[in-house]
């Protein structure tokens, strides 16, 4: 790996940015030592196939990941067939991330099913069989299919990782899955937690291979970490008063004092009044040794690679400026 350390460091190509952007940004990141770039698949953002083939095409060694393909709006087939694809031209350099896909989205596309555990699974296991060459019919509650198989398997089969949140879908990916990606605001104590869920999945299906944790991060680099603090704020208090957070919060235990300070002021006091010590746990900021802090808690929790997630409003430059801060 590029940063000489016992991870992989990786950078998120954010949706925000246009796709014209993506070739020169992959060039970039690979030049400034990066192990993974990461590109997004958000309903009626890019393409998170077509972005993936576009960055492995146009760089030598870069790890490219796809975080996450919805597993609902594809037929399994037709994502096996794109996954065998690049791993075929770009064989061990993608990394394929399947998930629930956002509710609302799914609902919005007429895509949502009736289980989404049941149709996760369905689809994780009937891509993976598919990318090992098998032949085969599957009935299931979400798809059916009738002896399929790819023409075009391939040699080196690329690790399905499940981008989850909860302890029953942390699970299931233990059994499934390759591994993991755990989205932003992943903290350790989450991390160490959802490390056990996965662990628990993995004994229940008997599997004792290694199963690779994906971290998603916030990453911010003002050397003044208050000033630093100050940019992440806003974002995080939202993302917590918003209720969709519960789960990955809820094993810091600061779940209740959040309650606590929203049922009291709304959101505007959850903001003015939540710790810096909860700022510095969902993210990564400050200083390169502030950096090496906090990655270093997220690997020890039990993350085997840190995908480093520029803040909303900044630029494309922020490759180059994560680089300098921490890769030297």
């Keep these: 790996m590029n940063n000489k350390n016992d991870y992989n460091l990786g950078i998120m190509f954010r949706r925000e940015h246009a796709p014209e952007d993506l070739p020169d940004f992959s060039r970039r990141a690979e030049e400034a030592g990066f192990d993974e770039l990461w590109v997004v698949e958000d309903c009626f953002y890019g393409s998170g196939i077509a ?33 065998a694809t690049l791993a075929r031209l770009f064989p061990g350099r993608l990394l394929p991330g399947i998930g629930h896909g956002v509710a609302g989205w799914m609902r919005q596309i007429d895509a949502f099913p009736k289980s989404q555990l049941s149709a996760l699974e369905e689809v994780t296991t009937s891509v993976r069989r598919l990318l090992k060459g098998e032949s085969f019919s599957f009935d299931g509650q979400h798809i059916q299919l009738d002896e399929v198989s790819l023409v075009h398997p391939p040699e080196h089969i690329p690790p399905i990782s499940l981008g989850v949140r909860g302890p029953k879908s942390l699970a299931l990916s233990g059994r499934v899955a390759d591994g993991t990606i755990l989205a932003e605001f992943a903290a350790p104590a989450y991390v160490s937690w959802a490390r056990q869920q996965i662990e628990s999945g993995q004994k229940e299906a008997g599997r ?3 199963h690779h ?5 916030w990453a911010c680099t003002d050397a003044d970490t208050d000033k630093a603090r100050q940019q992440l704020r806003p974002l995080i208090s939202s993302a917590i008063a918003s209720g969709k957070l519960d789960s990955q919060i809820a094993p810091l235990n600061i779940l209740p ?20 010590d909860w700022i510095d746990q969902l993210a990564i900021l400050g200083a390169p040794e502030d950096w090496e802090r906090a990655i270093h808690r997220l690997v020890e929790a039990g993350a085997d690679s840190i995908v480093l997630v520029p803040l909303p409003d900044k630029g494309l430059d922020e490759v180059e400026v994560f680089a300098r801060h921490f890769l030297g």
């Design 208 to 210: 004792k291979d290694h």
């Design 213 to 217: 944790l994906t971290v998603f991060a």
């Design 257 to 276: 004092q959040a309650k606590e300070l929203i049922e009291s002021g709304g959101p505007e006091r959850l903001e003015a009044a939540m710790p810096n």
């Design 51 to 83: 972005s993936a083939a576009t960055a492995l095409a146009l760089t030598e060694s870069i790890k490219v990941g796809v975080g996450i393909m919805p597993a609902v709006a594809r037929n399994p087939v037709f994502a096996a067939m794109e996954i």
